[in-house]
Nanobody
Framework: VPLVESGGGSVQPGGSLRLSCVAS????????MGWFRQVPGKEREGVAS????????YYADSVKGRFSISEDIDNNTVYLQMNALKPEDTAMYYC???????????????WGQGTQVTVS
């Protein structure tokens, strides 16, 4: 079952966006979900991860205090609330589902197609 992201767009610095990832079938089983971002020419970065079902939550240092990951099990959706956005947050954002978290990052085995976030 595919993961489907939405909510990306263009926003001014200091603004907010909320990304959504419909993750049908993934939140009802044990595992992890994560949000990642990638800029062309750079490695993919794990932004935020959680263990499903109310488990531990992890953030990259670059987004701590500004981003928040959450899950809505009833709606099979994982969210990434992004506040106080900076130009360096500009990237393609992906959600992923996996089984385990390693070094604070969900090791994704299934990936969405991504949604673009531009801060300028």
């Amino acid at each position: 079952v595919p993961l489907v992201e939405s909510g990306g767009g263009s926003v001014q610095p200091g603004g907010s966006l909320r990304l959504s990832c419909v993750a049908s079938g993934y939140l009802s089983s044990s595992g992890c979900m994560g949000w990642f971002r990638q800029v062309p020419g750079k490695e993919r970065e794990g932004v935020a991860s959680l263990y499903t079902g109310g488990g531990a939550i992890y953030y990259a240092d670059s987004v701590k205090g500004r981003f928040s990951i959450s899950e809505d099990i009833d709606n099979n959706t994982v969210y990434l609330q992004m506040n106080a956005l900076k130009p360096e947050d500009t990237a393609m954002y992906y959600c992923a589902a996996g089984l385990t978290v390693y070094s604070g990052v969900c090791q994704g085995t299934h990936w969405g197609q991504g949604t673009q976030v531009t801060v300028s």
